[in-house]
């Protein structure tokens, strides 16, 4: 006879059965989630931090190069003769205040007479009065430069002036095809030491080799523990105090993070201590590549991983207990995983300052992470002002990031101070350096208002463009309202001057349109978003002209007839006439901004004269 059962213990088994196999399938999924989540969150958390650390290492050496171009434009080979080493003192003096990445500059002839100028502990800059040809390896630098027809970065050297190793920028001199003298450039091992201290955080150590074996920046080396030396001017790993960056070459890689393209990720295991390692390689700065990187201790994210599984595993065995547990947890650790996401979508963008920290949560590991992932936003906010955030951002919103090069109808602008050296005698190095920033800032405000680019600060001028990233219909409107808010503004600015007894600053400009080949030019290992073309070198000497035309003007803005006829009625002109430029074999036609064309008029139609 066959067993029969109740209808309430069928319902109540089937019922049960399938609740069971229903909630232990959503328990899985969801721990199978959870640890995918968290995997692409810390492969992006990864990538962030290796992007943000190499972002930030150029940043501190790219000012070397921007300087030695600054002062390649600025000196003459006649300054090269010291016949008046006040004016080239303070040119340096200037240019060093400018930068507080740069550590020191020296200038120095063919014969080996030259200036050397350097920053000193206390931010102060001085005049080291040394004889520079009877520096240790004069010669062999000498040499060197000599032998070259472009900058480039040497290897690291211990400055004996200086007292410190220095990365150094070597750029000739040349005069015609004539070697004339040199600039070096330096970046001390020790303000680089500052930056990783600066990029460090509770639990992350960051630090910058040279090659695979020497260290170029740490902490400790803020100390001096161990006196470098011509023969080594870089301690190796083992050399230094810290006792877990020794072992970084043995440790194991980790191939297996979504998302940390382009960083590598190792760990190794140090008495008893799991620690992880995030390094990224960084070239174009000297014959060997610099790896940047940090480290911390794995504990918080294993111990995470580790309590993922062991909820999978109460849930499959205990039901209720299970669903109570899985549901408490679940909300507990997808809620600040969620939060953790939307703000690194947010940094992705930039904006740093808008960015709301993670809050604190009762679960230790997820409130290591969010402790973690705010000391590592704050970080990001700290070196977010020396990036060009506006540009980035346009890039990444046209969806031309490592989009190449293309051929483009642009608007391209450069503004310059008349008499620059003259205004900046006589002032003290940190004088110029906020007199150069306020006029900067001046400047980019009104091409950024007019939604403009800029491309480079050469010195105190200033190059910008229009119609890229995005596409501008009103690329030359755009720009001769940039044009008049700055002739405004300067004027507004010399008022306050001239209250203060201070010189009045005078200012060119110039603007011409046409088609430039625009996007990322550069070595594959490193690119700059920029434009290229006659247009750009026309640009310039239109801007030039402004000394001819009416060189006592407080601004004076010159453009071309193709700039001038697409404005017919909005912007007024006068007529210039026909002039030769600098670099062509024919003249060009050039008109000028009418005083009348001023930013209270605009952008209200004007008529057109000529």
């Known amino acids: 006879m066959k067993a029969k059962f109740g209808v309430f213990s069928v319902v109540l088994a089937s019922f049960g059965a399938l609740l069971f196999v229903s909630m232990a399938s959503i328990i899985a999924m969801n721990a199978a989630n959870s640890t995918e989540v968290f995997s692409r969150l810390l492969g992006q958390v990864v990538l962030r931090s290796a992007e943000g650390l190499e972002l930030a290492l150029r940043h501190h050496l790219d000012a070397a190069e921007y300087q030695a171009d600054f002062l390649v434009e600025n000196i003459d080979v006649a300054d090269l003769s010291f016949e008046d080493p006040d004016k080239l003192t303070a040119l340096l003096s200037g240019s060093l205040a400018a930068a507080p990445q740069v550590t020191g500059l020296v200038v120095a002839n063919e014969e080996g007479k030259g200036i050397a100028i350097a920053r000193t502990p206390s931010d102060k800059v001085q005049d080291l009065r040394v004889d520079?040809?009877?520096?240790?390896?004069?010669?062999?630098?000498?040499?060197?430069?000599?032998?070259q027809k472009a900058a480039y970065w040497g290897?690291?050297?211990?400055?004996?002036?200086?007292?410190?190793?220095?990365?150094?920028?070597?750029?000739?001199?040349?005069?015609?095809?004539?070697f004339a003298g040199f600039i070096t450039i330096a970046i001390s091992t020790r303000e680089l030491s500052r930056l990783a201290g600066e990029l460090s955080e509770d639990q992350a150590s960051v630090f910058i080799l040279y090659g695979r074996g020497l260290v170029l920046a740490?902490?400790?080396?803020?100390?001096?523990?161990?006196?470098?030396?011509?023969?080594?001017?870089?301690?190796?790993?083992?050399?230094?105090?810290?006792?877990?960056?020794?072992h970084l070459r043995s440790a194991d890689a980790i191939p297996d993070i979504e998302g940390a393209i382009g960083a590598r990720v190792s760990s190794v295991l140090v008495d008893g201590v799991n620690y992880d390692f995030i390094t990224k390689r960084v070239t174009g700065y000297g014959d060997r590549p610099l790896i940047i990187g940090a480290y911390s201790s794995a504990t918080e994210i294993d111990d995470l991983?580790?309590?993922?599984?062991?909820?999978?595993?109460?849930?499959?065995?205990?039901?209720?207990?299970?669903?109570i547990v899985a549901l408490l947890l679940s909300r507990k650790l997808t809620q600040p995983i969620r939060q953790s996401s939307e703000t690194a979508a947010a940094i992705a963008t930039l904006d740093f300052d808008s960015v709301s920290p993670l809050p604190p949560s009762r679960l230790k590991e997820v409130d290591d992470l969010a402790t973690s992932f705010n000391?590592?936003?704050?970080?990001?906010?700290?070196?977010?002002?020396?990036?060009?955030?506006?540009?980035?951002?346009?890039?990444?919103?046209?969806?031309?990031?490592?989009?190449?090069?293309?051929?483009?109808?642009?608007t391209v602008m450069f503004t310059d101070i008349v008499g620059f050296t003259s205004i900046c005698e006589g002032m003290a190095p940190a004088d110029v350096a906020s007199f150069i920033s306020e006029h900067l800032t001046l400047v980019t405000k009104c091409i950024e208002d007019e939604g403009g680019t800029i491309d480079k600060y050469i010195g105190d001028a200033v190059m910008a463009f229009w119609g890229a990233p995005e596409h501008i219909d009103n690329a030359n409107l755009r720009a001769m309202r940039a044009a008049g808010a700055i002739q405004a503004a300067l004027n507004a600015d010399n008022a306050k001057r001239t209250r203060a007894n201070l010189p009045s600053v005078r200012i060119r400009i110039g603007v011409h349109s046409g088609q430039l080949i625009?996007?990322?030019?550069?070595?594959?290992?490193?690119?700059?978003?920029?434009?290229?073309?006659?247009?750009?070198?026309?640009?310039?000497?239109?801007?030039?002209l402004g000394k001819e035309v009416d060189g006592e003007a407080e601004s004076i803005v010159l453009v071309s007839r193709g700039v001038k006829d697409s404005l017919t009625d909005?912007?007024?002109?006068?007529?210039?006439?026909?002039?030769?430029?600098?670099?062509?074999?024919?003249?060009?036609?050039?008109?000028?901004?009418?005083?009348?064309?001023?930013?209270?008029?605009?952008?209200?139609?004007?008529?057109?004269?000529?």
């Open 375 to 410: 000391a590592m936003l704050i970080g990001l906010q700290s070196f977010g002002r020396y990036v060009p955030r506006l540009l980035v951002k346009r890039l990444i919103r046209e969806h031309q990031v490592a989009a190449g090069t293309e051929q483009r109808e642009l």
């Open 132 to 147: 520079i040809a009877r520096q240790p390896d004069f010669k062999k630098l000498y040499d060197e430069v000599r032998g």
């Open 218 to 246: 740490h902490m400790s080396m803020m100390d001096d523990l161990k006196e470098p030396s011509l023969e080594q001017p870089l301690p190796k790993l083992d050399e230094i105090s810290d006792p877990i960056i020794k």
């Open 305 to 323: 991983l580790v309590s993922i599984a062991r909820t999978g595993l109460v849930g499959a065995g205990v039901l209720i207990i299970a669903l």
């Open 570 to 610: 909005e912007v007024a002109f006068d007529e210039i006439g026909k002039m030769k430029v600098k670099g062509r074999l024919g003249e060009i036609e050039v008109f000028r901004l009418s005083q009348f064309a001023q930013p209270a008029v605009m952008p209200g139609k004007m008529r057109t004269r000529s």
């Open 155 to 178: 290897r690291p050297t211990f400055s004996a002036p200086l007292g410190v190793t220095v990365m150094n920028r070597r750029v000739p001199i040349l005069q015609g095809d004539s």
């Open 518 to 544: 625009v996007g990322d030019i550069g070595s594959p290992d490193r690119l700059n978003y920029t434009v290229i073309g006659d247009i750009v070198n026309i640009t310039q000497r239109l801007e030039a």
